[in-house]
């Protein structure tokens, strides 16, 4: 088994596409001109976004954000991610998934990149749009914080 976490990517326009939204792959092998599989180091995160959809419009529509599994790790078993990842996001249904986008959005827009903050503050983001609440915008004091506490735990 690899140590790497591969995910499969599929574009098939306007019934099913799965593209990751952030995080940088090790890996790329392309499979045919709508499928490709890519993967990750272990303790890398990335956001991965699968879309369903028919004649009628949007079936179906999830966002999870992941951390790669290291050896002897168990986590969350998601379709066409192998063999799954830790996870920090999970939300489906479309104003939920558009508002986690937006979110990414606004971290980049701040000049952070979304696979390097803190994991905490993906579950933060999460329970927020679980509850109807604005999430609490990532800031340079979280970010110290979480340098300083993986800096403890090396």
């Known amino acids: 088994m690899s140590a790497l976490t591969e995910v499969e990517l599929v574009w098939e326009e306007g019934r099913e596409e799965r593209w990751i939204r952030f995080g940088r792959p090790s890996r790329e092998r392309i499979l045919d001109c709508h499928r490709r599989i890519v993967a990750f180091a272990p303790g890398a995160n990335f956001a991965l976004v699968r879309w369903q959809g028919n004649t009628y419009g949007t079936t179906a529509s999830r966002i999870d954000v992941l951390r790669t599994l290291g050896p ?78 993986k800096a403890l735990t090396r």
Not at 96 to 120: H, M
Request: proline content about 9%.
């Open 72 to 149: 002897g790790e168990s986590g969350l078993g998601v379709p066409c991610v192998t063999p799954g990842g830790a996870s920090l996001l999970r939300l489906s249904g479309w104003p939920k998934v558009a508002a986690a986008l937006a979110v990414i959005d606004a971290i980049e827009a701040d000049g952070w990149q979304p696979e390097r903050i803190c994991l905490d503050h993906w579950r933060q983001v999460q329970n927020r749009l679980l509850t109807g609440r604005p999430p609490e915008p990532y800031s340079s004091s979280r970010h110290r914080a979480w340098e300083l506490r």
